[in-house]
């Protein structure tokens, strides 16, 4: 399966360089699996209106950490960007680097506080491992760090976006990206969900290069996917599973959500607990655990694109892009929204 078969042609003025307004504000596009009819065009605050009581709606409620940090070699003045992506042990986290053709094993950095960094392994993708002493604690990030924007938002984040790249229910750190699809939901809508009997629960995956690592096979079938963290609360694997053995609609705000819960269903229920998932899900995938998908207008050839293509089909998918293209709707993270029912 070719990667070239998950390509379309965004104008560059519809990729969100900034959030809306106003959280909450954004377009909605509604699209059902079952139907070959055009979508629907909505706004966001429209969206209770489209789910059946009884629905589960699950949320990722992972964090985002300050995880892009800056800092100047020992022996020059060259500064260099870190996205620090997780610990592989106490003091030692995985970073994707820019300039990666001039690290060395051994070579030094200083990180603002006095914290110096040393690089114990040089991986592919621009990946290396380094090592801090002394060891910083999640302060560190809050102070030091910055809020990790995807390049092709093309500037540095500012105190806006240190509100609007979380999510308003966010509170498990850790997360290198955000789960963008939770982005547009303000305590509002949460309110009027509830009142309108949709069950909300939550997991946590801890978003890291599994996500947004890009494909660069021209098969997509030999891509593989880097694991990440994740867990699911008890009550929350309750709760989908007896909604499963009911016949009530599981939807899952995010493709990091639709991905653990895949991954963590067996024997007819969904496991509790923690675990890790690279799962890679692309067109010929048999969902499982997910009815409904809430989620982003994702980027060309990437792995949520590919996601999303499964699970309402890649023609109609790309058909329903183009659509929101020429109705002007913007794309990406701080983009607008799709249900898929």
């Given at each position: 399966?070719?990667?070239?078969?998950f390509s379309f042609?965004?104008?560059?003025?519809?990729i969100?360089?900034?959030?809306?307004?106003?959280?909450?504000?954004s377009r909605?596009?509604?699209?059902?699996r079952?139907?070959?009819?055009?979508p629907q065009?909505?706004?966001?605050?429209?969206?209770?209106d489209?789910?059946?009581?009884?629905?589960?709606?699950?949320?990722?409620d992972?964090?985002?950490?300050k995880?892009?940090?800056?800092?100047?070699?020992?022996?020059?003045?060259?500064?260099?960007?870190?996205?620090?992506?997780?610990?592989?042990?106490?003091?030692e986290?995985?970073?994707i680097?820019?300039?990666?053709?001039k690290?060395?094993?051994?070579?030094?950095?200083?990180?603002p506080?006095?914290?110096?960094?040393?690089?114990?392994?040089?991986?592919?993708?621009?990946?290396?491992?380094?090592?801090?002493?002394?060891?910083?604690d999640?302060?560190?990030?809050?102070?030091?760090?910055?809020?990790p924007?995807?390049?092709?938002?093309?500037?540095?984040?500012?105190?806006?976006?240190?509100?609007?790249?979380?999510?308003?229910?966010?509170?498990?750190?850790?997360?290198?990206?955000?789960?963008?699809?939770?982005?547009h939901?303000?305590?509002?809508?949460?309110?009027?969900?509830?009142?309108?009997?949709?069950?909300?629960?939550?997991?946590?995956?801890?978003?890291?290069?599994?996500?947004?690592?890009?494909?660069r096979?021209?098969?997509?079938?030999?891509?593989?996917?880097?694991?990440?963290?994740?867990?699911?609360?008890?009550?929350t694997?309750?709760?989908?599973?007896?909604a499963?053995k009911?016949?009530?609609?599981v939807?899952?705000?995010g493709?990091?959500?639709?991905?653990?819960l895949?991954?963590?269903?067996?024997?007819?229920k969904?496991?509790?607990?923690?675990?890790k998932?690279?799962?890679?899900?692309?067109?010929?995938?048999?969902?499982?655990?997910?009815?409904?998908?809430?989620?982003?207008?994702?980027?060309?050839?990437?792995?949520?694109?590919?996601?999303?293509?499964?699970?309402l089909?890649?023609?109609?998918l790309?058909?329903?892009?183009?659509?929101?293209?020429?109705?002007?709707?913007?794309?990406?993270s701080?983009g607008?929204a799709?249900?898929?029912?």
């Amino acid at each position: 399966m070719q990667a070239n078969l998950f390509s379309f042609n965004l104008p560059d003025e519809l990729i969100a360089k900034v959030p809306s307004g106003r959280r909450g504000d954004s377009r909605l596009i509604v699209c059902d699996r079952n139907e070959d009819g055009p979508p629907q065009h909505t706004a966001m605050i429209k969206l209770p209106d489209f789910l059946s009581p009884g629905t589960v709606m699950v949320f990722n409620d992972t964090k985002v950490r300050k995880a892009r940090v800056y800092a100047r070699r020992s022996d020059t003045e060259g500064i260099s960007e870190f996205l620090f992506l997780h610990q592989t042990r106490e003091g030692e986290w995985n970073c994707i680097v820019n300039r990666m053709r001039k690290k060395r094993i051994g070579q030094n950095w200083f990180f603002p506080g006095d914290i110096l960094g040393t690089i114990t392994n040089l991986r592919s993708e621009n990946l290396c491992t380094i090592k801090l002493n002394p060891i910083p604690d999640e302060s560190w990030f809050e102070k030091s760090g910055h809020i990790p924007l995807p390049s092709y938002i093309g500037r540095l984040d500012n105190r806006e976006d240190e509100e609007r790249y979380q999510t308003v229910y966010s509170r498990n750190i850790g997360s290198a990206a955000a789960p963008t699809a939770g982005l547009h939901f303000t305590q509002e809508i949460m309110q009027i969900l509830r009142e309108n009997d949709i069950e909300i629960c939550w997991i946590t995956l801890q978003i890291g290069l599994g996500t947004f690592s890009p494909v660069r096979e021209r098969d997509i079938q030999n891509h593989i996917m880097h694991l990440e963290s994740y867990n699911i609360p008890y009550e929350t694997a309750e709760k989908i599973t007896a909604a499963k053995k009911d016949g009530r609609k599981v939807l899952a705000v995010g493709t990091t959500t639709v991905r653990t819960l895949e991954t963590s269903w067996s024997s007819n229920k969904l496991a509790s607990g923690a675990g890790k998932t690279d799962l890679f899900i692309y067109p010929g995938y048999r969902f499982k655990v997910v009815d409904q998908l809430f989620t982003n207008l994702h980027t060309p050839k990437s792995t949520l694109l590919m996601l999303v293509s499964a699970f309402l089909g890649r023609k109609r998918l790309l058909e329903a892009y183009d659509i929101a293209i020429e109705e002007n709707y913007r794309f990406f993270s701080y983009g607008d929204a799709m249900l898929i029912r």
